[in-house]
DNA sequence: AGCGTTATTGAACGATCGTACAATACTATT
DNA sequence: AATAGTATTGTACGATCGTTCAATAACGCT
């Protein structure tokens, strides 16, 4: 009847190219696991979310479980990027990079309890899959070395370990973020912030 | 043909006491999480670990969920015995209990990279279950009061807040339980170990 | 315009999930 | 010894899971 209205209301193409169809996928992952923890990996809510067919998925990944590790690098790779944003972003740090991380680790574009569940379904992951595993060691290697830097610009002249100091900053924040996150009662980050603020305060006296 | 010899040969009396059954479908679930971790949390397997029939489950526990989060209990009540058995038995630190809690941490007993794999699984379902959100909240509030306690025994003239030293301790333990299991290459506890003494080195001087 | 390529769809398959339930077996009480 | 109570079994059900696949639709190229 209206060929034109028809074509104007219909949805506009389908078809995408395979990298913007693969984002797309990867991020409608990262939207379930942070709206429903574990229970949201499911082919079917990932492609719903997407808004695309079930079979599409394995079309465009082997597996779930390889675009799965897609969105662990996805989800690392923001991260990364936040952090790094953030530190170009403070003007009155730049010698001491490692005080713009500990003040913004609670922003919402670093972590929140949504995303916080996505990183503990990752974790959980990382348990019972090879490929997990190698992209979960990759991360945080990439993560390690990243805070490394910072904490050598940050302490120019201190002669502690710097490995020892990232992954000890690496796990203390992750710690922290898991007891803020899965807390019952969600308050405001306050508390574990101060928790983050008072060890970076005797970390920097003593190095 | 020989009733005795049958009667010898088949399986003892297969009916226990509810309060019996429950810890050992308790242990059976405990057993396929740290040996499989979310894929392990299956009512079949557990059952089948515990040499029960499926059915049994839902006749002594109202759900999986009911299971799980019991299980969740048991494994931090054992958590907290352990550390209460390494604190009694390092006399030589009866005064600053907290170093002996930090050279036990990672001994078998209180943590190790199959354990881990429970842990994971209980916060991933502290998620998205009311039960399991509530379990874990007890749980902190009792894991929290223990270590405030051992705490103040070890700082007894310091004036910094022992409930924030409490979260920290806690939130560092995990992050590097963490690290330490989900690192691809399982190597010793060494470095973990390293960073725990170097924490509370600085933190005793600074207390 | 026609054709080959491929992105996309949706139904179908087999597996596994948690739970319900009737049947059975054991124990204790009388 | 008979009976009541219940622990235990194993099947069955409906739901959901990840993946496969033939059919279809949209695109680029000649």
Redesign the interface.
């Known amino acids: 009847m209206f060929p034109s209205f028809g074509a104007v209301l219909k949805k506009k193409s389908d078809r995408l190219p395979p990298n913007e169809r693969r984002s797309q996928l990867i991020e409608a992952t990262l939207i379930c696991l942070m709206r429903?923890?574990?229970?949201g990996l499911s082919s079917r809510k990932i492609c719903a979310q997407a808004q695309v067919s079930v079979g599409l998925l394995n079309h465009h990944f082997s597996s779930q479980e390889e675009l799965v590790a897609a969105a662990y690098e996805e989800i690392s790779r923001r991260y990364h990027e936040a952090l790094k944003a953030h530190i170009d972003a403070d003007t009155k740090n730049q010698n001491v990079p490692i005080k713009t991380l500990v003040s913004c680790a609670f922003e919402a574009d670093i972590m929140s309890p949504d995303q916080l569940?996505a990183w503990?379904?990752f974790?959980?992951?990382?348990?019972?899959s090879k490929l997990m595993?190698?992209t979960?060691?990759r991360i945080?290697q990439r993560l390690q070395t990243y805070l490394i830097q910072v904490l050598a610009k940050s302490l120019p002249n201190s002669n502690v370990d710097l490995q020892?100091l990232a992954?000890?900053y690496?796990?203390?924040?992750?710690?922290?973020w898991?007891?803020w996150s899965?807390?019952?009662q969600h308050q405001s980050s306050q508390?574990?912030q101060?928790?983050l603020n008072?060890?970076l305060h005797?970390?920097l006296?003593?190095a």
Request: aromatic share 6%; proline share 0%; hydrophobic share 45%.
């Open positions: 429903e923890g574990a229970s569940r503990v379904v974790w959980s992951k990382t348990i019972d595993r190698a979960h060691d945080n020892v992954i000890e690496s796990a203390l924040t992750d710690g922290l898991l007891d899965l807390n019952g508390l574990w101060t928790i008072q060890w005797r970390t006296m003593l």
